[in-house]
């Protein structure tokens, strides 16, 4: 298998993250092995090439230290002014990130990466303030040392004594386009530093000296070199699965670490990490959370999550099992997964607590058959102080506290009564019973107090001497202890058993609560809509307060419904969830970044881009949101942006169909229209051109008759294309009706008189109402109207056919009526006849517009218009116009007698 | 009335709507001068004095409205405007700015010729500088100086604004008026605005002169413009 052609998802996922990259800025970072090898140098130098080449380059932030060839470096840069943060009666001053954001340059210098923000800045963390400035499209030059890498921390730490905190995540550094490793062999740093060019700041000068020692500074520098090069290796291995060139792939190994609450699983984590990077494998970070009586406390919460976090951001994959045999699950999940090595961490506990207790890692070496198991020391310095808190339960109830005694009480009444007949092991028994039920009714401390007690009363009223509580005969502390012993057990089972109960209740809780959502966004087909509910939902779990923010069509943010339950949002909040729908990610209370909100938003995130944003203001304002919930809730916004996505792409679709069906419409419109222009054209060319060619040699008459029918297919051609004017007018709703009071019989008039010589040969009668006199309408438009029926009734009636016009009020409107004595319409085509295109069963004149010409005019003055037959045969078209309100009234003369004496 | 020798001057762009004109109305004993753009036809006019202007509205180098405008500034013969548009308010506009009928393409030969008689009979009737007596249009005659009006010999009685109203589109007989025209001529400039005193009153007079006031042979109503007393004064 030697050139195998990538696969087309794989290239297409190539092209999409090419393209994404081409957007993003570039991150050029000069590495270094320790502080002073030149890397601000460097990268200052490669900085003013490219300014000569002509780039826009600013300078964001730049520590030069008082060096002043470094100094002398940034003379003709332009240098962006730092904000300032007061703390501690300080000022901090951080990277301007709006300033640079709005400025735009094609490059922007930001020196020392790992540098954590004042309290106050966007980000915490510089690399974070980077990460936006390469979202937009900035590329970014920095510098890192070698210790201020995650996953070699502890190595560094190791090997020079010195604790780094601020680090960055490794997948930021795999993340930058170019690496330039900055080396100085070891002799010339200490000469370096020697001659005080390398900058230590005051308080860790100590420290530094211990750090600058040749050993230190050896590994340091192997250490660089070899992470460089591990990323020129992966470099070329991408390179070479794109060209498709494939070695010999081994089957993908997998590496298992087992962590949690415990500190030294930090250094499991990253060990796991360069393990992983060595042999190019996945890695994959479990913990197992065991209901055992050992419940962890809140600071242990915390660890675990901040560690499980750690492996997220080192590249690992986390997963979390639950189950009471801890080796058991994990070396069943490594099966599953195909893990070929696990790692775990060397016990620190005394060895009579695995006699006692049983050691998982014994249990795991032992069952891991064909897995090899790696056990790595923790971490040398000592971990702090901490205590698995033994417990933190619900306080204990009073009511408990009676119970306990009671059981006692009771168990010691019924065993008096028994005590005649039955043997002392029996007795025993019923104290037994009544610690049980303790157990399984109260807590710990009751249990424990209840076990006491049914020891204490069990000597005192029933072994010998009686009411006391010496002990005759030996063997009955045996029987006291055992005693003790088996009701402890119970106890705890029972508790045990509870707590069970109580987590598998939790869980439930949760899944329903997540289940209720999803089913009641389902059912929604309206944003707000959607909208309400996530807010219940959200509310009711995580009692707070919920807002739900969709962007408008340029992308701002805007809040769909104020219903109950929603928060008020000042300028400030606005800004944040703004910033959380452009970067896509969360932020305000309990996350990385602005952290000083008033509430968390969270992005609600769909397989098509963000739909929006979520946020939540806890009731408790002084609460935080502990990590597990921040990540249910982030659950709880990436269902609602599914529901959401869903509405936006039915509309879409909806949309897409409603564009195709008018663009078949229109299609068949015009072909129809084309067709109707092209004959009586035809028409017209023909006879024209026959007269042309005959001349003179044709007959009067028939020159006559050619002419004739040329005059009237021109007249023809011209009422179809005013018909096709005004419908197209009518339907692009260009045409306004300008309602006037108007007088019928004006109209009437007006269009018998256009009509004149076509009607001639038919007589027409009219009977105009008198009342009302006027009514409104838009002349222009009705004597469209009356036109076009009139000329259907000519089209379809025989020369000498009578034609009624008629009107009459019929309450609130005006009934006008067309008839004829023609033909009359068939049943089924009374309606179709409004439609377009639609002809009458002989007519093949004009393009069959006329009628839903008046049917929209007559509708667009609302109106109804509509067909029916005429007892005693033909068609009768009735139209019912609005008479609208009072007519104006006339101050004028009515009827006077002389002539006045007006001019 | 037609004389010969009368001038009609034709500022029209199209070659074919000149040379179609061209034909008809040289049949017809007009003579015809032809301008293909506003600024020649200016000038023209301006030279030859013709007796009737006809005038497209969709010249290349400037609106009829201007062209119009600057004609009236000298030029007392009748404007007949050619609008291809159907645009009411345009011909509306062109009609209060000075022009005195319209006709719309396409036209009807018939059409042409009657406006332009018309044109001609009021330019004759205005450079007398004499009015009319009396008017007669068939069965219909009015007697200016007695204020009768006689349908079928049989005197008819009119109220003081119906007989107005009917003066004054006989004055005019053949010509269309605007509603704002006819409003200012009968019931002042203050009520300029107000068609729907236009609109009963018509129906009214229709009443008492029309046959058939449905089917009106008189008075008719030009929708959107104006009314028009249907006169041909023959040839």
Redesign the interface.
Known sequence: MDNQRPDPDTLLMRVEKEEEGARQGKLKIFFGAAPGVGKTYAMLEAARRKQEEGEDIVVGVVETHGRQETGKLLAGLEILPRTSYPYRGKKLLELDLDTALSRRPALILVDELAHTNAPGARHKKRWQDVKELLGAGISVFTTVNVQHLESLNDIVHQITGVNVHETIPDSFLDRADEIELVDLPPDDLLQRLREGKVYIPAQAEKAMTHFFQKGNLIALRELALRRTAERVDEQMESYRRDMGVRAIWPATERILVCVGPNPRSVRLIRAARRMAAGLRADWIAVNVEAPTHVRPSEEDKRLLAEHLRLAASLGGETVTLTGNQVSEEILNYARSRNVGKIIVGKPTHPRWKDKLFGSPLDEIIRGSGDIDVYVITGDTAAPEKHRTEWVKETPVKPGDWFWSIGAVVAATGIAALMFPFFDLTNLVMIYLLGVAITAARTSRMPSLLSTLLSVAAFDFFFVPPYFTLAVADVKYLVTFIVMFVVAAVISGLALQVRKQAEDARRREKNTAALYGLSRDLARERKKDKLSDIAVKHINEFFLGQTVVLLPDLQGRLKVLSTAQGTFAMDQKEWGIAQWVFDNRQSAGMGTDTLTAAKALYLPMISSSGPVGVIGVLPHDRDASFPPGEIHFLETFANQTAMAFERINLAHEAYRERLNAESQRMRNTFLSSVSHDLRTPLATITGAAGTLIRGGEEIPAEKRELLIVTIHEE?ERL?NIIRNVLNITRLEAGTVKVNK????L??????V??RLSDKLNPYP?Q???APEP??IPFD??L??QVFTNLLENAIQHTHPGTVID?STHRRQAFVQIEISDRGPGIKDDEKERIFDKFTRGKDSGKGAGLGLSICKAIVEAHGGRIWADNRPGGGAIFRILLPTGEE??Q?T?????SA??N?? | MKRNEDIILLIEDEVQMRRFLRITLENEQYRLLEADTAKTGLAMAASWNPDIVLLDLGLPDMEGIDVIGRLREWCKAPIIIISARER?HDKIRALDAGADDYLTK?FGVGELLARIRVAIRHKLVQESGQRESEFTAENLRIDYSR?QVFLDHAEIHL???E??LLTVLTQHAGKVLTHRQLLKEV?GPSRVE????L??Y??QL?QKIEP?????KF??????IGYRF?YDPGR
């Not at chain 1, 004028?892 to 006077?896: A, G, T, Y």
Request: no cysteine; proline share 13%; aromatic share 8%.
């Open positions: 021109a011209n006037e009071w108007q007088s019989e004006d109209i009437v008039g007006a018998l008189d027409v009219t009977s105009i006199p006027l002349p222009i009705m004597e016009i007519p104006p006339f004028d003369d009515r009827q006077s002539a006045n007006d001019d | 009411e396409p204020r109220t003081p604004i007989y107005r019931w107000q068609s729907q005193y609109r009963v018509m129906t229709r058939h006031p449905a089917r009106p008075l008719i109503n030009e929708p959107g249907k």
